[in-house]
Every structure is written in structure tokens, then in C-alpha cells.
């Protein structure tokens, strides 16, 4: 798992209040996702292997390698 800095971004990231634009560790597609629209996180909508979740403090991003606890 790995989180957004906001005071450095990476070229295919942004983050905007509640709402983050990421881009899929697996497949490379960008995708949008929402703290009000998305409360569980959102699946990269091209290949689903990757997981964005956004809150108040953090935007975070799940990939496949990551184990389970």
C-alpha cells in the first residue's frame, strides 16, 4: 500500500478536496475516485486489480502485491 503526498505529487496524480485522480499500479490507466461517491474505494475500472480509497487525511492506494492482515 502506498499514499499520496499532497505537497508532491506524481505526474499521473492529483488531489482535489474530497476527490483523487490516480493511476492504476497494474494496467497504468488513470482513474478518478471519491471520498463521498466512492466510501469503500474504488477498483481501477480497466483491469480491477488495484484499489484507490480516499479520506479527510490520506488518499490511499492498494495494489495486488500487497498481502491481506
Same mark, same amino acid.
Given at each position: 500500500?502506498?499514499?499520496l503526498? +499532497?505537497?508532491? $505529487?506524481?505526474?499521473?496524480?492529483?488531489?482535489?478536496?474530497?476527490?483523487?485522480?490516480? !493511476?492504476?499500479?497494474?494496467c497504468? +490507466?488513470?482513474? /478518478?475516485? &471519491?471520498?463521498?461517491?466512492?466510501?469503500?474505494?474504488?477498483?481501477?475500472?480497466?483491469?480491477?486489480?488495484?484499489t484507490?480509497?480516499?479520506? +479527510? !487525511?490520506q488518499? &490511499? /492506494?492498494?495494489?495486488? &502485491?500487497?498481502?491481506? $492482515?
Open positions: 500500500m502506498r499514499y503526498d +499532497k505537497a508532491a $505529487l506524481g505526474q499521473f496524480e492529483d488531489w482535489y478536496g474530497n476527490n483523487a485522480a490516480v !493511476q492504476c499500479t497494474s497504468g +490507466k488513470v482513474f /478518478i475516485v &471519491s471520498a463521498v461517491l466512492h466510501r469503500k474505494g474504488r477498483s481501477c475500472p480497466a483491469c480491477g486489480k488495484c484507490a480509497t480516499v479520506t +479527510k !487525511q488518499v &490511499s /492506494i492498494t495494489d495486488p &502485491s500487497d498481502t491481506a $492482515l
